[in-house]
Structure formats: structure tokens, C-alpha cells
Nanobody, 123 residues
Framework: QVRLVESGGGSVQAGGSLRLSCAASMYLYNMAWFRQAPGKEREGVAAIYTSSDFTRYADSVKGRFTISRVVRNNTVYLQMNNLNAEDTAMYYC???????????????????WGQGTQVTVSS
């Protein structure tokens, strides 16, 4: 079973930037970032097919967040710019080998999950 380790979270003021990293213990075709704020459902933020340049973003982060990957070390990044208070959440890395059975930004499409890294944006 894949092991995912996130890093890079922290506290930042509105308008600032953070870069999250997710190191996977093995190569997987599909990786994504999700977030969950207190009292809210887990939300798909960005996804990438590690074998291609295909990416998908939630409307709320388009133009501000960028997902990328370095295949040789099984690492996926989430560059987050122009952060605002609504971006405050626990951010989770997710992974799935093989073809996804559901939507690329649906949590149920992924079986591997990291422990999460907290992002707090103060206004």
C-alpha cells in the first residue's frame, strides 16, 4: 500500500504563498490534493495524471494554485498563491494507481491518503 507524506503547510497572511509537497512511496498514475475545513466536507482542489500533463482544478483555486509533479522521485507539489482566509484547511494528498473509477476531484476515487498538513491564512 502506498505511503504518502505531505509537508509545507503553515500560517501565512492573506495574499501570501505556500508550496505543499507530497512524497509517495511508489509511482502512481493519479495524484491529487484535497482540503477539509472544520465542519465542511473534503473538497478536491487539484489533480494530476503523473504520466502526462493533464491537470484539473476546482473553480475556487483556478489561476491561483498549480499542481505539478517530479516523476523520478514520486513527488507532487501544490503551489498556492494569493491565498485567502477561505483557503484555510487541512490539506491532504491522495493517490490512486491504475484508472480512476470516478471523477478526478472526487475523494471516493482515491484509496491512498496522507495524514494532512495544515494551512492557515489570516486576513
Amino acid at each position: 500500500q502506498v505511503r504518502l507524506v505531505e509537508s509545507g503547510g503553515g500560517s501565512v497572511q492573506a495574499g501570501g504563498s505556500l508550496r505543499l509537497s507530497c512524497a509517495a512511496s511508489m509511482y502512481l498514475y493519479n495524484m491529487a490534493w484535497f482540503r477539509q475545513a472544520p465542519g465542511k466536507e473534503r473538497e478536491g482542489v487539484a489533480a494530476i495524471y503523473t504520466s502526462s500533463d493533464f491537470t484539473r482544478y476546482a473553480d475556487s483555486v483556478k489561476g491561483r494554485f498549480t499542481i505539478s509533479r517530479v516523476v523520478r522521485n514520486n513527488t507532487v507539489y501544490l503551489q498556492m498563491n494569493n491565498l485567502n482566509a477561505e483557503d484555510t484547511a487541512m490539506y491532504y494528498c491522495a493517490a490512486q494507481g491504475g484508472e480512476l473509477q470516478g471523477h478526478v476531484l472526487s475523494a471516493t476515487s482515491y484509496s491512498g491518503w496522507g495524514q494532512g498538513t495544515q494551512v492557515t491564512v489570516s486576513s
